[in-house]
């Protein structure tokens, strides 16, 4: 599995996720797209809005799960936490 964070610029959300990410789960490696950098990626991922955290199966070449946006207190069922528990 592969953990996939795809931000831009001028997203405080992402950057909330990526401080998250780094002191939560610091020995946590995952792959930083910047969609201002790497246009390409919105339509690869089929990105729709930033930050989105995308967990992929390396086996598969599949998509395994998907969240996006970044809000601790979102009621969302699926945390960032849950697909870091994935990684192992």
Known sequence: MELIMISQTVCSGCRLLENYLKNEHPDVEYKYINIDKESEAIESYGV???????????????????????????????????????LD
């Open 48 to 86: 729709t809005s930033t930050p989105t955290l995308i967990l992929w199966d390396t086996e598969d070449d599949t998509e395994a799960m998907r969240k996006v946006g970044f809000n601790i207190n979102s009621g969302d069922d699926t945390t960032v936490d849950d697909f870091v528990e994935q």
